[in-house]
């Protein structure tokens, strides 16, 4: 491990409490805890957050958990008992950032809403992600990220034009979501220390909503719908309007995405596939003389894929200096160079000495990078720490751990 590996993460010193289940909430969290928060978990005594049964399991917890939740501390509270709450409200007092995902309106109840918050502690950072955000006609409604992923435009321009929409493989509509309450956290996080720090400096509200995360990566959509007219529907593989860049098969059953939508970059596709005709072609020396022709284009790259192996197209193309790659399986990644050269895969043990890999930190950062300091915990692992930091004494613990409240 390097020095700088060693070092306090970035974010050392910062309190996070983490109120919520599942993806938006926690991925949130999760990245502040890479980066050196002391995040504190909440879950419910009865089986805690569901993502630890979720997917591929090892001794009945997720695989999942393990990255999701790696640095984090898990107490379990009764939120339905007021005991229950009071240390939470506890716990959001302390707490530099304090971030929920359950539906708005749950937290007033409880009495930790943001305004209840910011009326004992106006520096306190509330990141809340929801389906639909705080305001609204629909605020109230239970939000999914397949929900957000529709109604935010992406699942209506994925897929191909004569079949229904698809998903992405992955919770991209919560992950996204995610990265934007970081960001929202980071800079509500700058103005609080600016305007007189964690004593008396100005916090505020993230309000994410999972549709708006969503819309927020669909580049052109409304200027041209508005302007044009334009509806930008499904293309399967291809990139509307830049061509080409699409996906191919090659000859021995693999998929590979070439990207020649640059007019030097398709002259030396086309030169490389020995199709001399169509570098020569005048109308297709630009990208606008390309888009009416790229069905023609796209069989010329076909045709040639299928004659090639995928390391045979990879090779020649490189030789080319053509922009390709493998679509990769996570089998590629894990032997892959470039993974390998980046450390993408950190090597760690689960308790019971079972060695296990996980994806490496990311982004990288050179003076006071990100690092796993442990797995994903246990349920209420950090319970008797975490209130023991409230002042709690064992006796009091042990009170309300008969009492069903942790």
Same mark, same amino acid.
């Given at each position: 491990?390097?020095?700088?590996?060693?070092?306090?993460g970035?974010?050392?010193?910062?309190?996070?409490?983490?109120?919520?289940?599942?993806?938006?909430?926690?991925?949130?969290a999760?990245?502040?805890? @890479?980066?050196?928060?002391?995040?504190?978990?909440v879950e419910?005594? *009865?089986?805690?957050?569901?993502?630890?049964?979720?997917?591929?399991?090892?001794?009945?917890?997720?695989?999942?958990?393990?990255v !999701?939740?790696?640095?984090?501390? /898990?107490?379990?509270?009764?939120?339905?008992?007021?005991? =229950?709450?009071a240390?939470?409200?506890?716990?959001?007092l @302390?707490?530099d950032i304090?971030? @929920?995902?359950?539906?708005p309106? $749950?937290?007033?109840?409880?009495?930790?809403?943001?305004?209840?918050?910011?009326?004992?502690?106006?520096?306190?950072?509330?990141?809340r992600?929801?389906?639909?955000? !705080?305001?609204?006609?629909?605020?109230?409604?239970?939000?999914?990220?397949?929900? =957000? %992923? /529709?109604?935010?435009?992406?699942r209506?321009? /994925?897929?191909?034009?004569?079949?229904?929409?698809?998903?992405?493989?992955?919770?991209?509509?919560?992950?996204?979501?995610?990265?934007?309450?970081v960001?929202?956290?980071?800079m509500?996080?700058?103005?609080?220390?600016?305007?007189?720090?964690?004593?008396?400096?100005?916090g505020?509200?993230?309000? $994410?909503?999972?549709?708006?995360?969503?819309?927020?990566?669909?580049?052109?959509?409304?200027?041209?719908?508005?302007? #044009?007219?334009?509806?930008?529907e499904?293309?399967?593989? #291809?990139?509307?309007?830049?061509?080409p /860049?699409?996906t191919?098969?090659?000859?021995?059953? %693999?998929?590979?995405?070439?990207?020649?939508?640059?007019?030097a970059?398709?002259?030396?596709?086309m030169?490389?596939?020995g199709?001399?005709?169509?570098?020569?072609?005048? !109308?297709?020396?630009?990208?606008?003389?390309?888009?009416?022709?790229?069905?023609?284009?796209?069989d010329?790259? #076909?045709?040639?894929?299928?004659?090639?192996?995928?390391?045979?197209?990879?090779a020649?193309l490189?030789?080319?200096?053509?922009?390709?790659?493998?679509?990769?399986?996570?089998?590629?990644?894990?032997s892959?160079? !470039?993974?390998?050269?980046?450390e993408?895969?950190?090597?760690?043990?689960?308790?019971?000495?079972?060695?296990?890999?996980?994806?490496?930190?990311?982004p990288?950062?050179?003076?006071?990078?990100?690092?796993?300091?442990?797995?994903?915990?246990?349920?209420?692992?950090?319970? *008797?720490?975490?209130?023991?930091?409230l002042?709690?004494?064992?006796e009091?613990? #042990?009170a309300?751990r008969?009492?069903?409240?942790?």
């Amino acid at each position: 491990m390097t020095a700088a590996a060693l070092k306090p993460g970035a974010l050392a010193g910062i309190k996070v409490l983490e109120l919520g289940t599942l993806i938006a909430g926690p991925f949130c969290a999760r990245m502040l805890a @890479e980066f050196g928060a002391d995040v504190i978990k909440v879950e419910a005594p *009865d089986g805690g957050d569901p993502i630890r049964q979720w997917r591929i399991l090892k001794d009945g917890t997720s695989l999942w958990w393990s990255v !999701q939740s790696r640095n984090k501390k /898990s107490i379990t509270l009764n939120m339905k008992d007021e005991r =229950g709450r009071a240390i939470a409200r506890q716990l959001a007092l @302390e707490a530099d950032i304090i971030i @929920e995902n359950y539906r708005p309106g $749950v937290l007033e109840k409880w009495g930790i809403g943001y305004e209840a918050i910011k009326a004992l502690n106006p520096a306190a950072i509330m990141v809340r992600l929801s389906g639909f955000g !705080q305001t609204g006609p629909m605020k109230d409604q239970p939000g999914f990220g397949a929900i =957000g %992923e /529709s109604m935010g435009g992406l699942r209506y321009v /994925s897929g191909h034009a004569d079949r229904p929409p698809v998903r992405v493989g992955v919770s991209i509509g919560d992950s996204v979501a995610a990265l934007h309450g970081v960001i929202g956290a980071m800079m509500a996080l700058r103005h609080r220390d600016a305007t007189g720090g964690r004593v008396s400096g100005e916090g505020q509200m993230v309000d $994410v909503a999972l549709y708006e995360a969503v819309f927020n990566l669909m580049e052109s959509l409304v200027p041209e719908f508005d302007h #044009a007219g334009v509806v930008r529907e499904r293309t399967g593989g #291809a990139l509307p309007g830049i061509v080409p /860049s699409n996906t191919y098969t090659t000859g021995d059953g %693999e998929n590979i995405v070439i990207a020649g939508n640059g007019d030097a970059i398709f002259k030396r596709l086309m030169l490389a596939m020995g199709r001399i005709d169509m570098a020569g072609d005048a !109308q297709l020396a630009r990208n606008d003389g390309r888009v009416p022709r790229s069905a023609e284009i796209d069989d010329a790259i #076909a045709a040639w894929c299928a004659t090639h192996t995928i390391d045979s197209a990879l090779a020649t193309l490189k030789a080319a200096d053509v922009p390709a790659g493998k679509i990769y399986s996570v089998r590629d990644m894990m032997s892959d160079p !470039q993974f390998l050269a980046r450390e993408m895969f950190e090597q760690h043990h689960f308790s019971d000495g079972t060695p296990v890999k996980l994806p490496a930190i990311t982004p990288k950062l050179s003076a006071t990078p990100g690092r796993t300091r442990w797995l994903g915990p246990a349920l209420g692992q950090h319970t *008797d720490e975490v209130l023991a930091g409230l002042g709690y004494d064992a006796e009091e613990i #042990a009170a309300l751990r008969q009492a069903q409240v942790l």
